[in-house]
Nanobody
């Protein structure tokens, strides 16, 4: 069964940190680009970070650059998002997503490629 399961969300004060995890099952994880998205109430879904299948290349939304770090541990089919210096505007439901690729970074940047999604984990940052 193909599944992505997020964990690690919660409530934190502004300036605090959280680490999200996403465990994949049922896919050849090391062949997938992975990404974190978020969606706040009344807003469109936003791409937060993407990482190549091998983990050597990543990119971030301008709003989180320098504060968030995406990483992956392919041996355990796990994706992470380390979030530091959190702000109230980071409050959202965070989703991990995966898209198969042939090892080309440009494929990872094609957001239409992400067709496997987790259920999400809520992050709430209070001021």
């Amino acid at each position: 069964q193909v599944q992505l399961r997020e964990s690690g969300g919660g409530s934190v004060q502004a300036g605090g940190s959280l680490r999200l995890s996403c465990v994949a099952s049922g896919i050849a994880y090391a062949r997938y680009c992975m990404a974190w998205f978020r969606q706040a109430p009344g807003k469109e879904r936003e791409r937060v970070a993407i990482i190549s299948s091998g983990g050597g290349t990543a990119s971030y939304a301008d709003s989180v650059q320098g504060r968030f770090t995406v990483s992956r541990f392919n041996a355990e089919n796990t994706l992470y998002l380390q979030m530091n210096s959190l702000k109230p505007e980071d409050t959202a439901n965070y989703y991990c997503a995966g898209g198969s690729n042939t090892g080309v970074w440009s494929q990872c940047r094609d957001l239409q490629r992400y067709n496997i999604w987790g259920q999400g984990t809520q992050v709430t940052v209070s001021s």
